[in-house]
């Protein structure tokens, strides 16, 4: 199954600053037969393995805050980059970074394996 939500932006802990708008995330839990460590497999089939991969796609994000004041003229921008932390686990991933925009487009995607998924996804 997937999910498919835009999300509000929140401040990082302990970090002050204008923080505004969403980002839309889209989660997937896919088995990966790459990932999978099992020396006595059974068969090879995976529609009926329990997945062992979090796949996150990173779509688009609207009306961030503007980061960067225009000192001329225009209405300022941002730099914005996502970053994601996978709860219970050290891992984090961050995305390219987009230049002079408060509302960009990624369309990238992360693969983690995971035993085990965490909880809420």
Do not use: C
């Amino acid at each position: 199954s997937s999910v498919r939500k835009w999300y509000p932006l929140e401040p990082v802990d302990g970090k002050k600053g204008d923080v505004s708008g969403h980002v839309e995330l889209f989660a997937q839990w896919v088995y990966n037969p790459v990932t999978a460590f099992d020396p006595f497999p059974s068969d090879d089939a995976h529609p009926d393995k329990e997945p062992n991969e979090l796949r996150i796609g990173l779509g688009r994000a609207r009306n961030l805050a503007v980061m960067d004041k225009a000192v001329l003229y225009g209405k300022g921008s941002s730099d914005p980059r996502a970053t994601f932390k996978v709860p219970g686990t050290a891992i984090s991933l961050k995305s390219s970074t987009q230049t002079k925009t408060t509302d960009p487009t990624w369309k990238e995607t992360f693969e983690v394996a995971l035993p085990k998924g965490p909880e809420g996804i």
